[in-house]
């Protein structure tokens, strides 16, 4: 069994637990329901519900992690008391990984793809209609759909090929700090804009009336589900990167500073949105539409519009990105610890395995198009999104919960001595009675309201 390897810096752990963490949901979902829900009173709500809900589950993967030293393959059994069936889990916290990848790897490539064509000029001088139109190509198109899939999958291997420090590390460091560079150029740009006041007024000044005419309690449970949904819990993705840790600093702190990074970016993607969309008299929409379809009309009416086309993609598709290799260096571990593979066998088999479950996301808008799972207009895609989403995050969400509170799992003694072992802020003992009785049943509310939105 090869020596585990670890991170060589602290830095480099909240970076990539940030971008596995820092995602596509962050970019064209925050901005769209904070802006649908009253601007920054909706903000403050999901702050609150991150405090509460997101963080102590992320304390609690991390521990997890860091305690087994393993992935989610091998956790649960290192640490349950005998005879206990916590690891059956661990099978479907796998899958969760998989399913993820296979549309994730597919939306990477439109990204990648995207920032090609604004930097050749394909957007320059196109109507609103013929914008569209390039959108739809590239969803009709099998072949493009698939080249891009697999150069995002090529990327991601070969990022985790060169190891956790020299490459997972190393690459996502640059990343994520490049992000950073480029969001903050793009917000400048954005907020100078002629009529981007208004756009910037309806972001970050609270609207209670705007909550009110939403329902307080639709607000509070948009806030809920994507506070915890943005720090992608439940699978094992971030609980891999507790495993390549010492225990030299708390994990409170450690995924303090995770969660205000992902909230950070969610927060200033907002800032190159909204006043954008205003001061060329936009409405910002949500999900592929608002990113593919409105934003490359917006920057179609800016002087040098490729280069904040490219930019703004560029963005986007570090963001994607820093995802798909965290989430595939959890992959590769899963062989590793399971079979005592290679880095290579593990990557080998890994490909050719991702390759193949991406294909029905990548076919699933054009040659198998007629497959609708939630009627007319759906795609397979949702039907992913919906299985990882709604299901598998909050449902492992809460084994990883109860398995960190319950004397029947791993118990709060030794989950309280993992996550406060080294300096920094404790996980504090007063919280056991909101973790073991109250987050539980949110989890539930959660799961339970995902169905309800889909289905009623």
């Known amino acids: 069994m090869e020596k585990r390897e670890k991170f060589s810096s602290r830095i480099g752990f909240i970076l990539i637990s940030a971008g596995c963490a820092i995602g596509l949901g ?10 649908e829900y009253g601007g920054a009173a909706f903000v403050l709500v999901y702050l609150f519900f991150l405090v509460i809900l997101g963080l102590p589950i992320l304390v609690m993967e991390y521990a997890v992690g860091r305690a087994s030293q393993k992935s989610i393959a091998v956790s649960f059994q290192e640490l349950e008391p005998k005879g206990s069936k916590w690891h059956w889990y661990s099978y479907i916290g ?3 990984n998989y399913i993820l990848m296979m ?8 990204m990648i793809c995207y920032f090609f064509k604004m930097l050749k000029g394909d957007f320059v001088q196109k109507t609103p209609q013929q914008v569209e139109g390039i959108f739809g190509g590239l969803m009709g198109d099998p072949l493009v759909q698939i080249f891009w899939m697999l150069v995002v999958i ?7 090929s060169k190891g956790l420090q020299n490459g997972v590390e190393k690459i996502t460091t640059i990343m994520m700090s490049c992000l950073f560079v480029v969001i903050i150029i793009l917000i400048i740009r954005s907020v100078t804009l002629p009529g981007a006041g208004k756009g910037l007024e309806f972001y970050l000044v609270p609207n209670f009336q705007a909550m009110k005419e939403q329902g307080i309690m639709t607000v509070v449970s948009a ?3 994507q506070s915890f949904f943005t720090l992608s819990l439940g699978i094992g993705a971030i609980a891999i990167f507790g495993s390549y840790i010492d225990k030299s600093r708390r994990l409170t702190g450690e995924a303090i500073s ?5 909230t950070l970016v969610a927060l200033m993607s907002g800032l190159v949105i909204f006043p954008a969309c205003s001061a060329f008299g936009v409405s910002a929409d949500s999900g592929p539409k608002l990113v593919f379809i409105t934003l490359p009309n917006v920057f179609n009416e800016m002087p040098g519009s490729r280069i904040w086309g490219a930019l703004f993609f560029l963005f986007m598709s570090f963001a994607a990105l820093s995802t798909i290799i965290a989430v595939f260096q959890n992959i590769i571990s899963f062989a590793q610890d399971l079979w005592g593979w290679s880095i290579k066998k593990s990557i080998a088999f890994n490909a050719v395995v991702i390759t ?32 990882v989403s709604n299901n598998i995050l909050p449902f492992g969400s809460l084994i990883y919960l109860l398995f960190c509170v319950t004397r029947y799992g791993w118990g709060w003694k030794n989950f309280l001595a993992e996550a406060n072992a080294g300096e920094g802020i404790k996980f504090p003992k007063w919280a056991k009675f909101y973790v073991t009785f109250i987050l539980p049943l949110i989890v539930i509310f959660l799961l339970v309201q995902g169905y309800a939105d889909k289905f009623f």
Not at 103 to 110: A, M
């Open 356 to 387: 193949i479950f991406s294909l029905p996301c990548a076919l699933g808008f054009n040659v198998l198009d007629f497959i609708a799972p939630f009627g007319p207009g759906s795609t397979i895609q949702d039907l992913e999104d919906f299985i």
């Open 94 to 96: 796998m899958a969760g």
């Open 103 to 110: 549309f994730y790897t597919v939306i990477t490539g439109w």
């Open 154 to 160: 090529a990327l991601g291997f070969f990022v985790c």
């Open 223 to 225: 806030a809920m589900g």
């Open 258 to 262: 995770v969660g205000i990074l992902d």
């Open 26 to 35: 962050n970019v064209w979902r925050f901005p769209y329901i904070t802006g």
